[in-house]
């Protein structure tokens, strides 16, 4: 069954004894847009993710609402309610800070998310015709089953056209249709099914998983600003190091980070695999302990198996010739910018990460000092204890920088007039300076 076929057929009710969505659990403000809607008339639906993640008794990231309004109709129900999107118009109804996002019924246009470009004929008109469709369509373009279910406002029964009911209780992600169909139409959803996999603890159906190694390459043809915004979501959700290892094992990987794949394909000792997963690991733990996590670390982490590719010792032995550095790190990025796109705002502070990991090696007790009063210091440190954790570093090194640091920490923090009172008190920690 293809998705253009697929059309009249009739839906699963699943009514309110049958399944757990509570209005309890939905949002103040999802409540009252699918309430206004409803009382105006129309059709109002919680769906996607905020579905899916509550039939699992999961807290959703965020309600969206489906509904047969226009975007029109919908904002002169609503006051606080901006229209975004060219082609494909979206409703955004804003409550403080909270936004919820009101769609209405889409119709069946193969690059309905390929992008979002009007149709513009020859005399400048925008086409709009065959946008909007029917919650049928609205379902079957959507991309897995489990993300395919509607809760209906109007009497709380769970409308399924996709069979995406019995896939979330057995597990199981789905895609709607053709894969290979679907995965040509729009080539992130790839990334998407190991992503879904890995956050709920679910197996990718094997029809689903089976043509994403063929058919990785089309990645190369998304905008790498895009990918960008997809590796966000894929590393910084507190699964990362089962995504990693399951964009590796669907090879898709290499079309994320095409460099640093091959250096752990070359990776003898495993100590760059463990690099990364330790990077990962950390980075979950912080996530999932509701810690501050930055981009910037965690590019610095995912391409740092590209730069000691290139080098002659993973271990960056202390004389390490600064320009080989700074060389392997530009033909990283190179190769790695057109593939995804790292914001200035990210890859400076990546850069100065990697920048400082030489002057750990350095000898000098000033050089050392001056280290240490560097702004980005604290996360270049941790990535130093990663590298030893993965034995990418002398241990007596990263141990004499984590005693210093520690010795450090209840102290202030070295200002320009403090700095010379407490560089004559401490010594710097390079094993030849004695450390301290
Ligand atoms: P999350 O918890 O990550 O937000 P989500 O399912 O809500 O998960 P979104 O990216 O917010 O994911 O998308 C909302 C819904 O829009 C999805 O549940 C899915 O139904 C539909 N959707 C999003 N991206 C695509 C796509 N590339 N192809 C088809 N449908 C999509
Ligand atoms: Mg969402």
Known sequence: MTVTQARGIDPTIITRDQHVISRAQISDKALSVLYRLKNAGYGAYLVGGGVRDLSLGREPKDFDVATDATPDEVKALFRNCRLIGRRFRLAHVHWGPEIIEVATFRALTPDADAGDDDHVVEDGRVLRDNVYGTIEEDALRRDFTINALYYNIADFSVVDYAGGMADLQAGRLRLIGDPAVRYREDPVRMLRAVRFAAKLGFTIDSATAAPIPRMADLLDDIPPARLFDEVLKLFMAGQGVETFEALRHHGLFRYLFPASDTALDDDDHGQLITFVARALES??????????????????????????????????????????????????????????????????????????????????????????????????????????????????????????????????????????????????????????
């Open 283 to 436: 980075t979950d733990e912080r996530v999932n302990n509701d810690r501050p996590v930055t981009p910037a670390f965690l590019f610095a982490a995912l391409l740092w198996p590209a730069i000691l590719g290139q080098l002659p010792s993973a271990r960056l032995e202390p004389g390490i010739d600064s320009e080989l550095f700074e060389q392997s790190v530009t033909e990283a990025l190179e190769r790695q910018l057109g593939q995804v796109a790292i914001p200035k705002r990210f890859a400076l502070p990546m850069r100065e990460i990697w920048a400082l990991q030489p002057r750990f090696h350095s000898a000098s007790d000033k050089k050392a000092r001056r280290l240490f009063s560097h702004p980005r210091y604290r996360a270049a440190y941790d990535f130093l204890l990663l590298r030893r954790e993965a034995g990418l570093v002398d241990p007596d090194l990263a141990n004499a920088w984590q005693r210093y640091t520690e010795s450090s920490e209840d102290a202030p923090p070295p200002t320009p007039a403090r700095r010379r009172r407490r560089g004559g008190r401490r010594r710097g920690p390079a094993p030849d300076s004695g450390d301290g």
